[in-house]
């Protein structure tokens, strides 16, 4: 079953859904993650209240960007208050591979930022 996930997480990475940017855009946030070099932003079309389109940007290694691939899927069309609900552990189940904690940062980029453009930040809080 790992070997059918790994081939998902692939597929994300050679064909990401959602690349791009947004013109216009409602939000927007960018973070990267210095110890890797991984680079992602998000960019948010919002209506009453919900991700009308979303789109990302970025570089990185693959469990990076599919990382960001798969969650545009799961969050487009969703209210921004299942943003906010949303935990690590969701999206580390929908890639469905075991993730070191040296890579756990690289696969959890996405959704730091996406939670920052879903609260309206400038940049990220530490």
Partial sequence: MSDLYREHILDHYRNPRNYGTLEPRDRSFED????CGDRIR?????KDDAIEDIT??????????ASASILTEMVKGQS???VKELTADDLLEELGIPISPARRKCALLS????????????????
């Fill in 42 to 46: 998000i960019d948010l079309r919002l």
């Fill in 32 to 35: 990267s993650n210095p110890l």
């Fill in 111 to 126: 959704l730091k930022v996406l939670k920052a453009a879903a609260y309206g930040l400038n940049e990220w809080p530490e």
């Fill in 80 to 82: 921004l208050d299942f």
């Fill in 56 to 65: 990302f940007t970025g570089r990185g290694c693959a469990i990076s960007q």
